[in-house]
């Protein structure tokens, strides 16, 4: 007897709590676990719709900076979304323009990005555009 109130004590704590997760006015059993149900199938819908814009934006993210930074050097940001051998080809499009990187760091975990420090041997909108046209390819 005690065992069976027991678990008809954590039911109705069980219940209290999603009822209040889900903000639910209802106080029928029923209602609340239906409440509960539709709470958590908006909250799948919003996670998809975050994950579909989430997608898009990474498939339009694409950028290419190249800018003066002193006497003789040029800083170089491309931020893109990943490729295979996005990398290889933006050092590729560096070396046919002879362009000599001096320091540069790689991050690829959602995206692609790359900051560079090169030596300013090449016009900076034409290196710019020869990157552009490299992570447009891939």
Known sequence: MAARMQRKIALRR????????????????SSIIMDAFLYIYKLKLQVEAIKREYQNLMNHIQEVKVEKIGAGYLMVIVTCKKGDEMLVSILEAFEKMNVNVVQARVSCKHFFGM?????????AAA????????????
């Open 14 to 29: 069980k219940l209290q709590i999603l009822k209040t997760l889900t903000k639910s006015k209802s106080v029928k059993k």
């Open 115 to 123: 900051e560079a420090i090169v030596e300013d041997t090449v016009d």
């Open 127 to 138: 290196l710019s555009e020869a990157i552009l046209k490299v992570i447009q390819y891939i």
